[in-house]
């Protein structure tokens, strides 16, 4: 599976942005997909997942309620709505994927991973 995220940006505090997670090289069913990001400084944290068979949701809790994770079946790619955005939510996003029906919030649990996209939050 090859994985390409896109739409970071540049926006200003309170301001939205979608991330967007396009697979190909394989139809998506019995998978996890799922956002992760790396601030500045930082390690590399769980944002969202969603079980690609099911639709079940799961997102962090310093995004509850910000965030939304969603996907396309027919597109086989996923989203990430980005709402209320804050400074500390600058970050690389990076989507990622694995084969099962557990969500894992350790990135070592995921196999297949796109390149980031910058998202960049101005206070």
């Known amino acids: 599976v090859q994985l390409q995220a896109y739409g970071g940006g540049l926006v200003q505090a309170g301001g939205s942005l979608r991330l967007s997670c396009a697979a190909s090289g394989r139809t998506l069913r019995q998978h996890i997909m799922a956002w992760f990001r790396q601030g500045p400084g930082k390690e590399r944290e769980f944002v969202a997942a969603?079980?690609?068979?099911?639709?079940?949701?799961y997102h962090a809790e310093s995004v509850k309620g910000r965030f939304t994770m969603s996907r396309d079946t027919f597109k086989n790619s996923a989203y990430l709505q980005m709402n209320s955005l804050k400074p500390e939510d600058t970050a690389v996003y990076f989507c990622a994927a694995r084969e099962g029906n557990y969500v894992y919030i350790d990135q070592n649990r995921y196999g297949y991973w796109g390149q980031g996209t910058q998202v960049t939050v101005s206070s």
């Open positions: 969603i079980a690609w068979s099911v639709g079940s949701k």
